[in-house]
């Protein structure tokens, strides 16, 4: 007993060793910490996952996971954002360290992210057979370091789907032989709780997977029909526990699914499910060293490299007299299922969500990938293989590789090509060999054999990974650390001088030295725990973006938003008091006029809609409403009398704006990539704190009375002078506003962060008011007013207000997410079904 346990200690600790030996080295290679200066800031990881991560680990450290977080853009659902990056138990371990250091936490956890695949995967293989074989270690070590986890594996959350695959399909067997479905249920609740997307498709995989251990069943001359009728119990247990487990995964599903319908990729395109080809014969590429790179990372052929070895072996497995013709059909099945997910526009679009993905395609191939891996172990386990049979797949792998490294050779990285053209026949050939000598040798050269194949492959993975990673812009740790702590005292410094609810404008975006890439400091409010109005994620509210880009905000696409275009009225409406700029390598702070979290307004703000593509007007008349004023507070300026003069291939519109209106002044291009134009202020060329590709607001200068403004537009295209929309605020009658407004405004008297939940007072002078808040309407909002529920208001096409008595008004908010409640009582509701499920079933086996 002791000698067995040492064997599986040893067995399972390897598992975990290799990929841990192999990880290590290709993070020295890319010098990542500690090997290097380098850092995994870049892509998503870098503008996203990093900061919804120390949101993550803010929340923890209090003891207090909240459902809504004012740093997500004006403020939002946490919980889709939750479900789909951050309910990980990896990630408790980023509590181990700083948030300046969370860039070399991250890389440690994918790490052990991947050695534990290793671990499970070995597992899964120990299923194959009655005793220890340590050849399964070359088996899931390439499972660990697989061409899509080498593609993918900075998306770290999608790392736990692959760690519980293997989990997954042993409780579907075991459900199937032994009609126990308990790890099936617990394992795939679990896959969806971590990441319901790649849960969603693994879910798809275990109906495939169920089909195919049918279709094994089926024995000669017995019918399709017959088939079912057998296995109609086994069918109906599959059916209720998959229920089972839509019931437990509720909790997250429900509230995950109904903030995802209010974001901008709720539309379904019909030309996603055309049933077309999604590629061809360059597929091939795919299974060989260095088949893709980060540089192709958003569009790219499915990454199915496995390892020449795990290759030979799948192949080889449809060959061998040994196996069931069955299991082969059983087998097949799979793999070709698999493979129309992949090359068919319809089921690849089905596979995602019925969404096409938005770069990093095919992200269902890790399936594919554990597939070839069984097949390929199942096959090496059989004895006395045909050497003919073994030389045929030889020669079969070897043209198919030639084929897809004379595509790579044809592409547009003929350095990575010639490159991995050099590798690919160094390790064919030498796998090839071993390969053919596996089970053949004599019994003293076994165990040599085993170790040289080992060793190939293993260079073979690491080779893969160093040629899919080396091009990726690497952030620095070194100055991430030291800018992170420039950046949090800036912070400090307002929050210690300023007690009052308010958001910033961060345009001295100090994290950026740091990036290889472009970094615009998105989510910098959630690294920093601040409030602000830029936001980029998949779980963006599309109808506050839309009403912001109506206000005259950038938006790059439908999952970012940004504060670039704003104007005084609209720091005013999002509380927008602190602008940070760069200047000389120093942070500027400049202040706006704000008000707070909220402040009392005239109810006909209720009835004001925005227009498309006209931002001071939309401003105007909301701020008309909100004063109960006819009284404009722009002069919107006629630019009838452009000049327009043609040079250089270029367009130039040259007009002058009177200065009859103190205040500043701004201008706006409907329609507009302003990266593609040319900016001019009397002479002096105007830049946009970052890259905008399309429409926003340009602030101009403050105009005093005097001489005219001088604007110069140049071109690459000839511009419609209708267009041009050119204003000035009147500064006088705006600071009226402020005062008359500010005579109303609430008075917060708990904080706004704990929860969701908003306490405070405000007194109004009048009858038929609102209490305008600078919070996004949602329904998950509830309010009550001197201690009665009151239901609130949609204004100004998301922003959220609550009616108001006339005099003392003591107003309490609290957010519940939508669907959670409802996904809290069908997952327990199930979990009680499931308990009576299992104590009547072990009552009966009692009696």
């Known amino acids: 007993m002791q000698t067995k346990y040492k064997q599986a200690l040893s067995y399972y600790g390897l598992s975990f060793g290799l990929p841990l030996v192999l990880v290590l080295i290709g993070f020295a290679m890319m010098g990542l910490v500690p090997f290097g200066n380098h850092n995994l800031l870049f892509s998503d990881l870098g ?7 120390a949101e993550f680990k803010r929340q923890m450290a209090h003891f207090n996971f909240s459902a809504y977080s004012f740093s997500l853009s004006l403020g939002g659902n946490l919980v889709p954002l939750a479900a789909y990056y951050l309910i990980s138990p990896f990630n408790l371990l980023l509590l181990l360290g700083s948030n300046s250091q969370l860039p070399v936490m991250i890389s440690y956890v994918i790490a052990l992210k991947i050695c534990t695949m290793g671990v499970t995967m070995n597992y899964f293989l120990r299923t194959r057979t009655t005793s220890y074989h340590y050849s399964a270690l070359i088996f899931s070590t390439a499972y660990s370091l697989c061409g899509f986890v080498a593609m993918n594996f900075y998306n770290l959350m999608w790392l736990d789907a692959l760690i519980l695959v293997p989990l997954i399909v042993i409780g579907l067997e075991r459900l199937f032989s032994v009609k126990k479905p308990t790890l099936y249920i617990v394992t795939l609740t679990v896959s969806i709780l971590t990441n319901y997307y790649l849960g969603y498709m693994t879910c798809l995989f275990a109906v495939l997977y169920m089909i195919s251990l049918v279709i094994k069943q089926r024995q000669p001359q017995q019918t399709w029909l017959q088939l079912m009728k057998q296995q109609a119990r086994v069918i109906w247990q599959f059916i ?201 040798a004599r019994q003293r050269y076994q165990k040599l054999v085993m170790i040289s194949v080992a060793l190939v492959s293993f260079s073979e993975l690491v080779t893969n990974f160093q040629l899919m990673t080396q091009k990726m812009p690497l952030g620095y740790q070194k100055q991430y650390a030291q800018q992170y702590q420039r950046q949090a005292s800036v912070y400090k410094h307002l929050s210690q001088a300023d007690h009052d609810f308010y958001r910033v404008n961060n345009q001295s975006i100090l994290l950026k030295s740091a990036y290889r890439e472009p970094y615009y400091g998105y989510n910098d409010a959630l690294l920093f725990g601040q409030y602000t109005l830029n936001n980029y994620s998949s779980t963006l509210d599309e109808q506050m973006r839309s009403m912001l880009v109506d206000l005259g905000f950038y938006s790059k696409n439908v999952r970012r938003i940004n504060g670039v275009g704003h104007a005084a009225i609209t720091d005013l409406l999002f509380a927008n008091r602190y602008d940070l700029q760069q200047k000389k390598g120093q942070t500027i702070i400049q202040r706006h ?32 409403a909100m004063v109960n004023t006819d009284k404009p507070f722009y002069k919107i300026h006629q630019v009838d009398t452009v000049r327009e003069e043609v040079k250089a291939h270029s367009y130039r519109y040259t007009l002058e704006i009177p200065r009859d209106t103190q205040g500043p002044t701004y201008l706006y291009l409907p329609h507009q990539n302003l990266a593609r134009i040319k900016l001019f202020v009397n002479g002096r060329k105007k830049k946009t704190p970052i890259r905008v590709t399309s429409a926003a607001i340009i602030p101009l200068e403050d105009s005093h009375k005097g001489q005219p403004l001088r604007l110069t537009v140049i071109s690459p295209k000839r511009q419609n002078i209708n267009h041009f929309q050119v204003a000035t605020l009147n500064q006088e009658r705006f600071n009226q506003a402020v005062k008359q407004l500010d005579q109303q405004k609430l008075t917060t008297t708990a904080l706004w962060q704990d929860n969701g939940h908003v306490t405070g007072d405000i007194k109004t002078m009048a009858s038929n008011q609102l209490l305008y808040l600078s919070i996004p309407y949602d329904a998950g909002w509830q309010a009550k007013v001197n201690g009665q529920m009151i239901k609130p208001k949609k204004v100004m096409a998301n922003m959220l207000a609550v009616p108001l008595k006339r005099g003392t008004n003591q107003v309490q908010l609290r957010y519940r997410a939508p669907g959670l409640l409802l996904g809290q009582l069908i997952s327990l509701g199930t979990l009680l079904i499931w308990l009576i499920i299992l104590i009547g079933s072990r009552w009966r086996k009692r009696v």
């Open 47 to 53: 503008t996203q996952y990093m900061p919804f991560l």
């Open 240 to 440: 209720w526990s998959s229920l089972i487990v839509g019931g437990l995964s509720a909790i997250i599903l429900v509230p995950a699914l109904l903030g995802m319908l209010k974001t901008g990729k709720k539309t379904i395109a019909m030309t996603s499910f055309y049933p077309t080809p999604q590629f061809g014969w360059e597929v091939l590429t795919q299974f060989q060293v260095g088949g893709s790179h980060y540089t192709q990372r958003l569009t790219h052929e499915p990454t199915l490299f496995v390892g020449t070895l795990v290759l030979l072996f799948a192949v080889l497995y449809f060959t061998l007299p040994q196996i069931r013709k069955q299991a082969k059909y059983a087998n097949g099945f799979l793999v070709l299922s698999l493979a129309l997910s992949f090359w068919v526009t319809t089921f690849n679009t089905v596979w995602h969500m019925f969404q096409q993905p938005e770069g990093f395609p095919y992200r269902n191939a890790y399936l594919f990938s554990f597939v070839l891996i069984k097949l390929a172990y199942e096959a090496s386990l059989v004895r006395g293989q045909n050497k003919r049979a073994k030389v045929r797949t030889i020669i079969l792998i070897g043209g198919l590789l030639v084929m897809g490294q004379l595509k790579l050779h044809s592409s547009q990285y003929p350095q990575i090509a010639q490159q991995s053209w050099l590798l690919l026949s160094g390790y064919t050939i030498f796998l090839g060999l071993l390969f053919y000598y596996w089970g053949q």
């Open 593 to 624: 006029q704000t008000l707070g979290l909220g402040f009392a307004v005239n109810a006909d703000l209720a009835d004001v809609t925005l227009k498309k593509h006209r931002p001071f007007d939309n401003q105007d008349r909301l701020l008309q």
